[in-house]
């Protein structure tokens, strides 16, 4: 059930508007996780086994630190580009801008992004003298997204029979191989009378990783999911921004090391329609992926084991046509 990103003439569909459903995208609280977690964990195999979109609040990241972190993306992408430029994006570290084409749309993502990847960043960060506490502020967020995925990826180890420390010890950030990324994302604002038909924030694509984390504001929506069993009918549902839930998806890499129980399904961002808010759209995304030489197998070896390392090159061959 891996996806083929390759089949353009299906990707294209993809990019299509499609029907809008109510499908619900659970909220699920991770509040007293101690005396919950069997609780917990159920209501997230079932969000996860069902649509592979679900939202977490209580999750023990206090609202103060997300608005900082937010406060330093606006902050850096408010820079002169020719000072962006000074921070130029090396695979998954670095700024950018328009360069991500998705075979979905083959257009550019409307949008700039900053990447974090803790073991790629000689050169990457700017001082204070460029932006005043913006290193230590993304990486003191960086770590708690890692311990969110770790918690919630403990849980999912639960029920895959691994130990629960399973994806923690292949997610070691201080490995030089480590490959989780933070990203700062720029979706650029639209005219009020621009004609958005055909343009994309981001079009249809699966996440390579484990699991993502995102962060979102309310009243900067856009984001829509469509589970892979309802591509042909194209039934795509939105799911609503709120400060203090953070959305969560299954990768690719988690369903190949669930031997496909957990499904990683399409979503993309739409532009803003006619009544809808056109300003600038802020977002912050965590993708836990697993270091370059964790061997990725599932429970039942369903698939050949394969290094993380090689498994993220071959989703972005797949995807984009280059390494």
Partial sequence: MTYDMTELQRERRMGAMGTESDREVRRISMADLADRRTEVADELWSAATDIGFFQVVDHGIDLAEVRRAFEMAEAFFALPTQTKARFPKRFNSGWESLTQVRPSVGTPDQKESYQVTL??????????????????????????????????????????????EFFTRAHDPTSSGYQSTLRLLHYFAVAPDADVDGMWRAGAHTDFDC??????????????????????????????????????????????????????????????????HRGSRYSIAFFAQANKDVLIEGPRTKYPPITAEDYLQQRIAANFGKK
Avoid: Y
């Avoid at 999911?225 to 549902?237: A, D, H, I, K, N």
């Fill in 211 to 276: 699991l993502t984390l995102l962060f979102q504001r309310d009243g900067q929506g856009g984001l829509q999911v469509c589970p892979g069993r309802e591509m042909e009918s194209q039934l795509w549902t939105s799911v609503q921004p709120s400060d203090d839930a953070i959305t969560c998806n299954i990768g690719d890499m988690l369903m190949r090391w669930s031997d496909d129980d957990l499904p990683s399904n399409f979503h993309r961002v739409r532009s803003p329609g006619p009544n809808d």
């Fill in 119 to 164: 073991s790629n960043m000689n050169g990457l960060w700017p001082d204070d003298d460029v932006l005043e506490g913006f290193t230590s502020t993304i990486l003191e967020f960086e770590h708690k997204c890692w311990a969110l995925a770790m918690e919630l990826l403990s849980m999912f180890a639960d029920k895959l029979g691994f130990d629960r």
